[in-house]
Each structure stands twice: as C-alpha cells, then as structure tokens.
C-alpha cells in the first residue's frame, strides 16, 4: 500500500481521474494536488465530496500551461505525477481533431518538460522515488479480427483515428522522456471503462440517460463492434498497483477480460432498467436505433492483462455482469448529477453527431 505520498493528478476532474482521486483520498493514501482545465467533461461536482478535504487541493489550469505546472511542482513537491488530463472521444476527435493534438500532444510535451526540470533539480533519493504514470489507451494499437489475439505491451501501434494517435504520439514522447532523459516514467493502457462519474457522450452513460429519456437508444452499424469493458474502480486499483511496484520504463495493459458487442452492452443496460426503472409499455429495446457507423470505426479491442497480473498481481474484481449493475443504480440515484452536465452544449454536440446519420444502417 502507498502511504503519505503527495501525488499530481492531472485531468482530475475528469471520469476516471475523479474516480482515482476520490479513492485516494478516501482510502488516506496521501494529498492529492488535483489539475484539471475543466472542459466540457471535467466536473467539479465529480470531486464534491473532497471538495473541503484537507488533503486535496485543486487547481484550474491547463496542463500545457509551463508557468502553471511549474509553479504547482514548486509549492507542492510531489513524489509522483500522473497523467490523466486527454481529451478522449473519438467522434469529436473526427470533428475537431485540433483539441486533440494540443491537449494529448502538445500538452503532454509541456508537462514532460516541466516535470524533467522539476525531477532534475530533486536530491538523489527523491529523484530515485519520483514517479511519472502515464495513461493511456488500448486505442493506439488499432483494431483486431474476431479470432485475433489480444493486444499485448508489444503489439505494434497502428492509431485509426485522430484520438488514438494523438494517444500514440504522447505516449511515444513519454517512452523517449524515459530513454532519453532518465526520467521515471510508466505507462498504462487501458481498455474502455465504466462507472460513475462518466460524461455521457460514451455509449454506456448516453444509453441510460436516452432510455430514461425515451429518446431513441443509437448503435453504430448493426452494433457487432466489440470492446473489453473495464470498471473504473478496477482501472484505479491497477494504477496504484502501478505506481507502487510497476517498472520504470516500462508499459502495462490493463483491462476487464469482458469482450462484449455494443449491441449486447445496449442489450444487458436495457434489461437491467426494465427491472430497475420499468416503462408503463413495452421494453427500453423497442428505443434501439441503428445509426449509420462512424468513419474508421475500429471493429473490436481486446487486452491481454498477464502481465500486470503476473508481475504486480492485479487482476480485475468486478464482472460485466458485476460491474454494469452498479454502474446503471449510480445514474439512477444521481440523477441532478445527469441532469447537470447534459445541458447547454452537450445537447449540441449530440444533435450535431447523430442527427445527420441516417437511421436504419446495418
């Protein structure tokens, strides 16, 4: 267990990084120094319940802000860095793929080069104890056929949208910040998550609020594209595991051993809402809609996590099955929550990605 440590935390407010933060704190590990921009997807109210916290501080700003980082690393002198702050959504990132080469790209190059010169400066011990945690994706190896099998650390790179190689290029400089300049760093890829806290412009989030909604429940395609489903509160045990025993210079896969269709995701949420929350007539199914795919779309992930089970003795605790119960009762008991950060410009953003696909695709 990591104890007394004061650690960065970038993109804090974020999902999976409110989701590490909060742990932290809870679990007494250590302060927390939380940075986050606060974009469309990072939520103060994702960090309410430390908001008065004694051992958390946030701190609004961008991680491509040299003086900002700087500043921070000065006054608060952490053992550890870690990198949550990307921008992450594939569809926006066909839109809009500027934001992502700035934040994921640029802005992790500022913040190596801040945490280097602050690393430099340290005594030999505490440049020995530092730590530089990366996390990433399962997105920057590309894509997989059915029988293919799972990513492993050495599967080649081959990014297919503008997310994931934004993703490869920041984890490329993180990889030559190490081999280069010595710096301590570690990298984690990640398979796609779920759980509280997740803006719901993803598929797990945006299909329960639409159910509730009854508004109409989309799937890419005919809905056959498969990911490994990973529960947020299982990603951040691994990270500390990380953390704590991981290697430096080295990368770890980190997923949930549950290979699922989109369409049977969709499936699974729309019969644990009929039981949990059910309509006067009929089946959240009958909201199913087939819209049509997304260019590029990647037809299935898949992580082979023997590693960091074998290595640091992670392995993930929660199912699918487990793991989507506790996801679907958390949205429905925070419903304020939901209605809070799918206002304003969340209602843009999906009128203008689906309202041009044309329902019926298959």
Known sequence: MIMNQTIVVTGGAGFIGSNFVNTWVALGLGK?????KLTYAGNME???????????????ADIGDREAVRELLRVHQPTAVLNFA?????DRSIYGPDAFVQTNVVGTFNLLEEVRAYWQALPDAAQAAFRFLHVSTDEVYGTLSADAPAF???????????????KAASDHLVRAYFHTYGLPTLTTNCSNNYGPYHFPEKLIPLVIHNALAGKALPIYGNGSHVRDWLYVEDHCHAIRAV???????????????????NLEVVHTLCDILDEAKPKAVGSYRDQITFVKDRPGHDQRYAIDA???????????TETFESGIRKTVH???????WVDNVTSGEYQHWLQKNYSARQAGAV
Not at 243 to 261: D, H, W
Not at 306 to 316: H, R, V, Y
Not at 330 to 336: F, Q
């Open 330 to 336: 958390w949205y429905l008991n925070h419903a304020d």
């Open 243 to 261: 953390l704590a025993r991981g290697n430096v210079g080295e990368t770890y896969n980190i997923g949930g051993c549950n290979e699922k269709t």
């Open 306 to 316: 023997s590693k960091i089970a074998g290595e640091l003795g992670w392995t993930p």
């Open 32 to 36: 927390v120094i939380t940075l986050d």
């Open 46 to 60: 994702n960090l309410a319940q430390i908001a008065s916290h004694p051992q958390h501080v946030f701190i609004q």
């Open 86 to 90: 990307a921008e992450s959504h594939v």
């Open 152 to 166: 492993t650390e050495t599967h080649p790179y081959q990014p297919n949208s503008p997310y994931s190689a934004s």
